[in-house]
């Protein structure tokens, strides 16, 4: 199983960017799909999912209305739309999979993509 994240990079404030993660090896459709990301200093905070069983979306509180969450699930990708960045967004961003939204006992992930948001 391998899940590849890219597009991350640097943003002035209030800039967007658009997160993509490819994966091989599983079957997007098994899993619900994630996006957490990690500043130092800072514990794991979960960003957006999308449930397997209703594809309900969820959002962390810091990121919803900024952030969106979607995949396609025929080709095993998934993206994270980021707009009206902060520097407060700064993070390490990974992409995951995992049985349920919300419990964040991610089954898999990648090995990140870096976001800076500048002031």
């Known amino acids: 199983v391998q899940l590849v994240e890219s597009g991350g990079g640097l943003v002035q404030d209030g800039g967007s960017l658009r997160l993509s993660c490819a994966g091989s090896g599983l079957t997007f459709d098994d899993y619900a799909i994630s996006w957490f990301r990690q500043a130092p200093g800072k514990e794991r905070e979960a960003v957006a999912c999308?449930?397997?069983?209703?594809?309900?979306?969820y959002y962390g509180d810091s990121v919803r209305g900024r952030f969106t969450i979607s995949s396609d699930n025929a080709k095993n990708m998934m993206y994270l739309q980021m707009d009206n960045l902060k520097p407060d967004d700064t993070a390490v961003y990974y992409c995951?999979?995992?049985?349920?939204?919300?419990?964040?006992?991610?089954?898999?992930w990648g090995r990140g993509t870096q976001v800076t948001v500048s002031s």
């Open positions: 995951a999979v995992e049985t349920y939204c919300l419990y964040q006992d991610y089954d898999f």
């Open positions: 999308i449930s397997s069983i209703d594809k309900r979306t």
